[in-house]
């Protein structure tokens, strides 16, 4: 009998494979190619200049409380690919394709997934009536990096988790000023 640890990494191989396999659709691909790219950062920098722009000083409160979110995420998932050096899927199997060119070398976290959790918190908490567009948008953004062979489904967990602890944390600790109760 084989020990859990390996009989939970040949199950996550399997679930990636399974992902990456519908990458074979090109609507499917392209639509996860298009939030993959929007999900570099492209999308989230439109939204807080736009907040920032129509919603005045709440907005430039909102965005700079975005942005603080933001900085810390890249500090945590950077000190963590360096750290984890986790090879990527399709790096680490074969039969897994990469649809996309990655942005850097190692897996662990996915850094596109801990970014879309943390501004989409942020912003939810200024702005709930959001929730109706960054909730699909973050979901899609976690999906992407599986189905295109970016990352392992574990990568995305541990990314959801440290994105939400990293909002939770400024939500704690960074005061939001111009909220109305």
């Known amino acids: 009998m084989k020990p859990l640890a ?3 990494l040949e199950s996550e191989q399997d679930w990636c494979l ?3 396999r519908w990458g074979t659709r090109q609507l499917v691909r392209g639509y996860f190619r298009m939030v993959g790219r929007l999900g570099d950062g492209a999308f989230w920098y439109a939204l807080i200049a736009l907040i920032a722009w129509f919603d005045r000083a709440r907005g430039l409160d ?3 409380h975005m942005a603080i979110a933001g900085g810390i995420a890249t500090l945590v998932y950077r000190r963590l690919k360096r750290w984890t050096r986790r090879p990527r899927p399709f790096v680490a199997d074969g039969r897994i394709r990469a649809w996309v060119a990655p942005l850097d070398e190692f897996s ?3 850094g596109h997934t801990l970014h879309a959790v943390s ?5 939810v908490a ?3 009536w959001l929730s109706w567009l960054l909730l699909p948008f973050t979901l899609s953004v976690a999906l992407s990096r599986v189905v295109l062979g970016m990352h392992y489904p574990s990568d995305v967990i541990a990314a959801t988790a440290i994105g ?3 909002a939770s944390a400024t939500l704690l600790f960074v005061p939001m000023t111009g909220v109305a109760a």
């Open 126 to 128: 200024y702005y709930p």
């Open 6 to 8: 390996h009989r939970l």
């Open 18 to 20: 399974a992902a990456n």
């Open 119 to 123: 501004f989409a918190l942020v912003a």
């Open 62 to 64: 909102a965005a700079a």
């Open 108 to 110: 662990f976290p996915s």
């Open 164 to 166: 939400g602890s990293i």
